[in-house]
């Protein structure tokens, strides 16, 4: 049994097809077999940020930030990483890790985009290929492989989880009428996105 470390994945697609002006495709390109999984290391998070929102935050914030106002669409990177850790330290009375307010950043970033949210919280090779982590509630998810599409859905509390037989190549999350593409192919720097 081997057991890979832990792969935290979040990268900042929607942003990147707002700047470049792109659209999202609609369906996962498909590579070829050959590809190998996915080595992009990170730090596992303690808390699940759509999880963590709901039980914690939603009832000043509304679900899914529903009573956030337009003031809050328009704080900056940095003014919105200081709010979320101030809220999470405070009000919430959490004890949350870097990468818990990094994750939950990226989440609110989603949130004010109107974008699906997706966080790969564990990854692990042991009798195929598991992945689980969380994703915006009522969203919907296609995990492109080399032996075809695998459907996955968050539970009530944002939970997600697969069992696969070859390595992902991609996950599409859509919701409502949008969308995010998460590439495993293409090498990452970064550790946010949505």
């Known amino acids: ?36 999984a ?17 039980q914690a935050c939603a009832r000043c914030h509304g679900p899914q930030g529903s009573f956030y106002g337009e003031a809050f669409a328009n704080l900056s990177d940095t003014q919105l990483h200081e709010f979320i850790k101030e809220m999470m330290e405070g009000p919430a009375g959490l004890h949350p890790t870097e990468e818990d307010i990094a994750a939950m950043t990226a989440y609110h970033q989603a949130l004010a985009a109107k974008k699906p949210y ?12 598991r992945l689980s982590g969380q994703a915006s ?12 599409p695998v459907q996955a859905a968050p539970d009530s509390n944002g939970n997600w989880s697969a069992q696969l037989q070859s390595p992902p190549q ?12 998460v590439d ?11």
């Not at 699940?48 to 929102?53: A, K, N, R």
């Not at 495993?184 to 949505?194: A, D, E, V, Y």
């Open 38 to 54: 996915p080595t992009i290391p990170v730090q596992q998070i303690t808390l699940g940020p759509v999880s963590t929102f709901e």
């Open 184 to 194: 495993f192919r293409k090498p990452q720097k970064t550790i946010i996105s949505f």
């Open 1 to 36: 049994m081997m057991k890979t470390h832990f792969y935290f994945l979040l990268l900042w697609i929607a942003a990147l097809f707002t700047l470049s002006g792109c659209e999202p495709k609609t369906t996962p390109a498909a590579a070829p077999a050959t590809l190998s």
């Open 137 to 148: 509630l009522q969203s919907n998810l296609i995990i492109q492989t080399a032996g075809g």
């Open 170 to 181: 991609s996950i599409l999350v859509q919701k409502d009428n949008t969308q995010t593409l």
């Open 118 to 129: 997706l966080v790969v919280m564990d990854y692990v090779e042991e009798n195929g290929y």
